[in-house]
């Protein structure tokens, strides 16, 4: 572990456990030192198991308003889904190894980012899904953004139902069951759409992981 390294994960630590004990001066800062270390380097924890803390980290950047600029929060929202998403496959890939409690939490906060920020993931969204279809006048552009907004529930609903292939009351999580009975309430759900989210999961994580590699990425 390189020296670089180790600082990111202490600062992590730092912002999360400050978070939740209420010292947001400190919390604040260490987050800012956080920023400024990604910026520079946004792979530096790729392969490191803090990659879902780090993604966690800028969650809290985000709901706490650090960045006036509305691209910046926009591509901090697509790195904490990338970062968690790469957590997911990594735990994934250990089966029958991989720890159920873990992926619990990772999926939920995948949920919280695709749930809090939605409007995010938009425009990101109708460019692959109408690649073959670009907008040409305000009418259609609208009819497109309409009908990717109507798709994310169900990439939210694709981790709730993932989760409750372990945990069929979805651990008593309140967040998680008022979520699934909303989306259940709202619109049909079906396997056709279930395959669907699954598809868009993984074109998001492309997309994002391509876009910074090539360093085309705005946050």
């Given at each position: 572990?390189?020296?670089?390294?180790?600082?990111?994960?202490?600062?992590?630590?730092?912002?999360?456990?400050?978070?939740?004990?209420?010292?947001?001066?400190?919390?604040?800062?260490a987050?800012?030192?956080?920023y400024?270390?990604?910026?520079?380097?946004?792979?530096?924890?790729?392969?490191?198991?803090?990659?879902?803390?780090?993604?966690?980290?800028?969650?809290?950047?985000?709901?706490?308003?650090?960045?006036?600029?509305?691209?910046?929060?926009?591509?901090?929202?697509?790195?904490?889904?990338?970062?968690?998403?790469?957590?997911?496959?990594?735990?994934?890939s250990?089966?029958?190894?991989s720890?159920?409690?873990?992926?619990?939490?990772?999926?939920?906060?995948?949920?919280?980012?695709?749930?809090?920020?939605?409007?995010?993931?938009?425009?990101?969204?109708?460019?692959?899904y109408?690649?073959?279809?670009?907008?040409?006048?305000?009418?259609?552009?609208?009819?497109?953004?309409?009908?990717?907004?109507?798709?994310?529930?169900?990439?939210?609903?694709?981790?709730?139902?993932?989760?409750?292939?372990?945990?069929?009351?979805?651990?008593?999580?309140?967040?998680?069951?008022?979520?699934?009975?909303?989306?259940?309430?709202?619109?049909?759900?079906?396997?056709?759409?279930?395959?669907?989210?699954?598809?868009?999961?993984?074109?998001?994580?492309?997309?994002?992981?391509?876009?910074?590699?090539?360093?085309?990425?705005v946050?």
């Amino acid at each position: 572990m390189t020296q670089n390294t180790e600082e990111l994960r202490e600062l992590i630590s730092a912002a999360i456990e400050n978070g939740q004990s209420g010292k947001i001066k400190a919390c604040k800062s260490a987050l800012r030192n956080i920023y400024s270390t990604i910026k520079n380097d946004p792979f530096l924890l790729w392969e490191d198991s803090y990659v879902s803390q780090l993604g966690k980290a800028i969650i809290m950047m985000i709901h706490w308003d650090m960045f006036d600029d509305e691209d910046e929060n926009i591509g901090l929202a697509h790195l904490a889904y990338l970062y968690i998403s790469k957590a997911i496959d990594k735990e994934e890939s250990l089966q029958p190894e991989s720890d159920n409690c873990e992926l619990f939490r990772l999926r939920k906060d995948r949920i919280i980012i695709m749930k809090s920020f939605d409007d995010f993931f938009v425009e990101s969204l109708q460019n692959f899904y109408f690649a073959d279809n670009k907008a040409t006048d305000l009418d259609t552009y609208n009819e497109q953004r309409k009908a990717v907004l109507s798709r994310l529930p169900f990439m939210q609903f694709s981790d709730i139902y993932l989760i409750e292939q372990d945990y069929p009351n979805l651990r008593d999580d309140e967040f998680l069951l008022e979520l699934a009975n909303m989306i259940e309430h709202d619109q049909e759900f079906t396997n056709e759409n279930l395959n669907e989210a699954f598809l868009l999961h993984k074109i998001l994580y492309k997309f994002t992981y391509e876009e910074l590699k090539k360093g085309e990425f705005v946050y």
